[in-house]
């Protein structure tokens, strides 16, 4: 029956692909009639209904083998011609922002739009100055929000065409993949599901780096989520962008030489407190076996695609005694084998991909996705790195998710140009990685600008047009917060090795001397803080009918939890120097200052239902069957933001807190009884003259990961009103 399903959502798929494809003779009457009814049309039709009868899409052909678009016609009727569904739904996004001054993101949106579409003056014609446009980062499905469902995963889909991207990497599923491929190959069902982690933990499971926490999954569950899946890769194609899938390259289950005599199996040793899934020598028969099976397998539940995602020896595997190359030649050969000519994507990250893999296989058939592109100034010649290898130009602009604001756009606007146009250059795409996304609107925007910008783009220039179309009119108060915001927090450069700005201390473990709430992150922030908050009364002074839309009220929420967390920065030193002068009423004073800032960001993240932690683990709970199921689905979720794992991952390796972020239910639950903690046990100090008392924070997270009170699964409160107390609390 499920198998019957997708045959026939494969069907429909085709059948609206083929609507889409309009003739020039044909396109005032049927044939334009057709394509009204097409893919973009539909999408159209979700995203802005009340128009949606005034925009005609017309498939063209590509030009020199690159994706294209143009946006003509008259007032009321728009024709947007592109060489894809998702292509053209890129140009009328386009043609939105430039001349309607409206704007769609994943991150607030702003429609108001006359009853009439506005002509575009002249024709807008773009064509894409490279192939591919590819979007997430492998740990995209645990970060950004493992147990969303498919009206989120529809809109996600829309919004990623809308901004021009082409392929998408989804791992939702592969845990049916993996479960399917060693059922035929040794093991029980009931092993195989305690093996495969909590779906918030998988990307690491299919990293290679750790394998079974969180679990075990329920073959409903597996059910489940293969056939939201199956969704999303079927509307990929429909809007003719590629799905990226998970290619095998030799992960096994627990003893699988014992349940396959005379395999050779190497250990991985561990991750990060975590012991890593064993790798099979893809040089054996064994592997050939399981790779086509795996491939079967997969290709069965999700059909085929053109790009898959393999990361060999990722972030410290061990080859062990057999040879990289050799391995890699062989994880290619499988490949090849049941998808002749698809492409392998890996990720350019660390010693990731090892120089032995660039020079075993067909480096014609690689892409990389650089995640280093704006990190390190070291950084310099990728040709050589890789040999001549194509790669797109990569940012990740925040570790675990972190709601910290910014982003190196220097780096985007002279690096990308400078290196895409240098003699016998391999950059041949984009690569949109944050590890959580949702964030960061205008850092979406401008980087998904770059393949369609001729020339160097004019950063400049580039701000001051956004809070146009951002809030639908020119306003000098908002256009002052944007130049603000565009000189600091969107102004850092990779100078000082860091592509994601400082964390908020509010997140932090409890510590005086504490620099950064997740282990790896900066450790003080990369702008002038003074300067970022005077964004913040720029901001509200923009006119009052500019606020009603959610992008403003993003905006507005997003300045105004930095500008608090910033101030978390200044804060935490006052209050350390005042326990080391042993100043009780200073310590005091400042310690309630501190808390009474956890509590006015607790109530400006509670205006937004993307800030709820509530909402987070009401979807994890969603997915579960039984009362069991949903407890453990919800410890899945929220131990990911904040022990992240047992706790010799969290303490021991350095995670507990990796995926921080300030979020309504984290600042005021655990976030504030963590300082509160600490704060009493100081103070008691002072008092007593005495060592303040041990705190194991491990077993207090854990306890409140476990037990926590139910929190808000619906926005409460007023943004604009929150923002303007924390104006007046900070002086501002």
């Known amino acids: ?79 947007v011609e592109g060489s894809t569904p998702a292509v053209q739904l890129a140009g009328f996004h386009w043609y939105l922002r430039h001349v309607a001054h409206a704007h769609i993101s994943w991150a607030g949106e702003q429609t108001r739009l006359p009853s009439r579409l506005p002509a575009p003056p002249e024709p807008i014609e773009k064509t894409a100055n490279v192939t591919h446009r590819f979007v997430f980062n492998d740990t995209n499905d645990g970060y950004t929000g493992t147990y969303h469902d498919w009206p989120y995963w529809e809109r996600e889909l829309d919004v990623l065409a809308l901004h021009g991207y082409n392929e998408v990497l989804v791992y939702l599923g592969a845990d049916s993949v993996y479960h399917r491929t060693f059922l035929q190959h ?72 014992t349940r396959n005599p005379g395999a050779h199996v190497v250990p991985q040793g561990g991750w990060a407190g975590f012991t890593r899934p064993d790798w099979l020598d893809p040089r054996s028969d064994h592997f050939t076996r399981i790779a086509e099976t795996f491939y079967r397998e997969q290709a069965d539940l999700f059909g085929a695609t053109s790009m898959y995602k393999m990361d060999l020896l990722h972030e410290g595997g061990n080859p062990g005694d057999v040879p990289i190359g050799a391995a890699a030649k062989a994880v290619e050969a499988a490949l090849r084998t049941a998808h002749p000519g698809a492409i392998w994507n890996i990720l350019g990250w660390q010693t990731n991909p090892h120089r032995e893999i660039i020079e075993a296989v067909d480096k014609a058939k690689l892409f990389i996705v650089d995640g280093l592109s704006d990190r390190f100034p070291t950084v310099t010649d990728r040709e050589e790195s890789w040999e001549g290898a194509p790669y797109a130009f990569g940012s990740i602009w925040n570790f675990g998710g972190h ?20 003699p016998n250059s391999a950059l041949d795409g984009i690569a949109l990685m944050p590890e959580g996304a949702d964030n960061n609107p205008a850092a979406f925007a401008l980087f998904s600008d770059l393949p369609w910008t001729d020339g160097p783009l004019d950063l400049e220039s580039w701000f001051e047009e956004w809070p146009r179309y951002r809030y639908g009119a020119d306003d000098e108060h908002a256009a002052d917060a ?157 131990s990911l933001l904040t022990v992240w794992g047992p706790r010799a991952g969290a303490d021991g390796g350095g995670l507990r807190d990796y995926a921080n972020r300030e979020w309504s239910g984290l600042v005021g639950g655990l976030y504030t009884l963590r300082w509160r903690t600490c704060f009493d046990a100081l103070s008691a100090s002072l008092t007593t003259g005495r060592p303040p008392a041990p705190i194991d924070w491990y077993a207090l997270e854990d306890t409140w990961v476990r037990t926590h009170p139910a929190y808000a699964v619906e926005p409460r409160g007023d943004v604009v009103g929150v923002a303007a107390e924390v104006r007046v609390a900070l002086g501002l």
Not at 58 to 65: P, Q, W
Not at 408 to 418: K, V
């Open 1 to 79: 029956m499920r198998l019957s399903r997708r045959t026939l959502l494969s069907s429909l798929a085709g059948s609206a692909l083929a609507l889409g494809v309009g003739t020039e003779a044909g396109y005032a009457n049927e044939a334009g009639a057709a394509a009204a009814r097409g893919p973009a049309a539909r999408a159209l039709a979700r995203l802005l209904p009340a128009q949606r009868d005034q925009v005609t899409f017309r498939t063209v052909a590509r030009a020199a083998a690159r994706d294209r678009f143009r946006v003509s016609g008259g007032a009321g009727r728009i024709l």
């Open 186 to 257: 040794g093991y029980a069902d009931e092993e195989l599901r305690a093996w495969i982690p909590g779906p918030s933990h998988q990307p690491w499971w299919l990293l290679q780096n750790m394998a079974g926490f969180g679990g075990p999954v329920s073959r409903q569950l597996l059910d489940d989520r293969a056939e939201l899946a199956t969704r999303i890769i079927n509307r990929l194609r429909e809007l003719g962008m590629t799905p990226v899938l998970p290619g095998y390259f030799g992960t096994v289950p627990p003893a699988f030489a």
């Open 403 to 422: 709601t910290a604001m910014g982003a190196n756009t220097p780096d985007w606007a002279s690096l990308y140009q400078s290196w895409r146009t240098k």
């Open 482 to 638: 944007w130049d603000t915001l565009r000189r600091t927090v969107y102004g850092t450069t990779r100078a000082d090795s860091w592509s994601e700005g400082a964390d908020g201390l509010f997140g932090a473990r409890p510590d005086l001397k504490a620099t950064s709430a997740a282990s790896w992150s900066p450790p003080q922030l990369r702008y002038e803080g003074a300067e970022f908050a005077k964004a913040l009364p720029a901001l509200l002074a923009a006119a009052p009918d500019l606020r009603t839309s959610s992008a403003y009220r993003y905006d507005l929420l997003d300045v105004t939890r930095q500008t608090l967390s910033n101030h978390s920065r200044v804060l935490l030193p006052r209050i350390r120097a005042a326990y080391e002068a042993k100043d009780k009423a200073a310590f005091s004073q400042l310690t309630g200052e501190w808390l009474c800032c956890l509590d006015l960001l607790e109530r400006a993240v509670a205006t937004d239902r993307g800030h709820l932690l509530g909402r987070w683990i009401a979807d994890a709970r969603a997915w579960g069957a039984t009362a069991e199921e949903k407890d453990r689905l919800a410890y899945d979720a929220v």
